[in-house]
């Protein structure tokens, strides 16, 4: 027969490996900022602005757009049947969002929220950058009043591991965990999501 000692050592290892796989489902992913009082209506229509990307390589931008642009098409068919108009060469700056820019956009294009993402690639070595295969996500939706609703960010070597694979890969999968954390948060929020109804 187990010992009363024992049988609180086995419930308090359950615990905490529990606590540990709850906490690991959130690892890399960050809710940097979220407006509550914002509350967003039907959305059928979203202005999609290419990311800031850095370091700030030309070779890299065009490539780094389109794959991007796929992971956020992609993802958000999984949520609804949205109209997608892509804002090329904007060159929206990520850290200072030109608020008027989002309003006269999503204006021009019928839409309710706009998306503004950046692609962080990291450093690796010295000298002359080399790039790791690994990527900080980051993105902010705003309505079409030019109010910022929520920004999140995800890094996917915290957040997955990473150490091989693509940066093509490390892209779609830090997109598709930023925009699902998002649409997450919106929802627990009780912010009404932007999900076709």
């Not at 540990?20 to 509550?36: A, M, R």
């Not at 390589?57 to 642009?69: A, D």
């Given at each position: 027969m187990p010992h009363l000692f024992?049988?609180?050592k086995i419930l308090f290892c359950g615990l905490a490996a529990s606590l540990?796989?709850?906490?690991?489902?959130?690892?890399?992913?960050?809710?940097?900022?979220?407006?509550?009082s914002i509350k967003l209506k039907h959305v059928?229509?979203?202005?999609?602005?290419?990311?800031?990307?850095?370091?700030?390589?030309?070779?890299?931008?065009?490539?780094?757009?389109?794959?991007?642009?796929?992971?956020?098409?992609?993802?958000?068919?999984n949520y609804g049947n949205y109209k997608i108009m892509h804002i090329n060469n904007a060159n929206i700056k990520y850290d200072s969002v030109d608020v008027n820019m989002i309003k006269e956009s999503c204006l021009n294009n019928g839409a309710e929220i706009a998306l503004v993402p950046k692609?962080?690639?990291f450093k690796v070595g010295l000298g002359k950058y080399v790039f790791s295969?690994?990527?900080i996500i980051s993105m902010k939706m705003y309505n079409n009043d030019g109010e910022l609703v929520i920004e999140n960010s995800?890094?996917?070597?915290?957040?997955?591991g990473r150490l091989l694979g693509s940066a093509e890969n490390s892209i779609k999968i830090g997109t598709a965990n930023v925009i699902k954390n998002m649409i997450t948060e919106l929802k627990s929020r009780n912010m009404t999501t932007p999900a076709s109804e």
């Open positions: 024992d049988m609180k540990i796989i709850i906490s690991c489902k959130n690892l890399g992913s960050t809710l940097v900022k979220l407006n509550h059928d229509r979203i202005v999609y602005f290419d990311p800031e990307v850095y370091p700030n390589f030309e070779e890299i931008k065009e490539p780094t757009n389109n794959v991007i642009y796929s992971a956020v098409s992609d993802e958000l068919k692609v962080k690639y295969n690994q990527v995800y890094d996917t070597y915290k957040g997955s």
